[in-house]
């Protein structure tokens, strides 16, 4: 199973620098930058992307979007 989430985080300096660091921890891409915020693009278990959240909280999250567990038996049949 895997969940595909966007998560806003606006920041500058040291702020911006830690988001950054924590998205490459996490494998996050960066699909959205601006010169005060970024839009991050991050897969994988839903308890993955609940700790990146909140890690992102104090760094200034503004917005989350999740699409929910998607899932497929793995094997042939």
Not at 27 to 38: G, K, L, M, N, P
Not at 59 to 75: F, K, M, N, P
Request: aromatic share 6%; hydrophobic share 45%; net charge neutral.
């Amino acid at each position: 199973e895997r969940e595909l989430a966007m998560v806003k985080v606006r920041g500058k300096g040291e702020e911006r620098v830690e988001a950054l660091r924590l998205a490459d921890a996490f494998r996050a891409r960066v699909i959205d930058a601006s010169t005060e915020s970024f839009v991050f693009e991050i897969t994988g278990k839903s308890s993955k992307i609940d700790q990146f959240v909140a890690l992102m909280l104090p760094l200034g999250l503004v917005e989350v979007s999740r699409t929910g567990i998607a899932a497929i038996v793995r094997g042939p049949d």
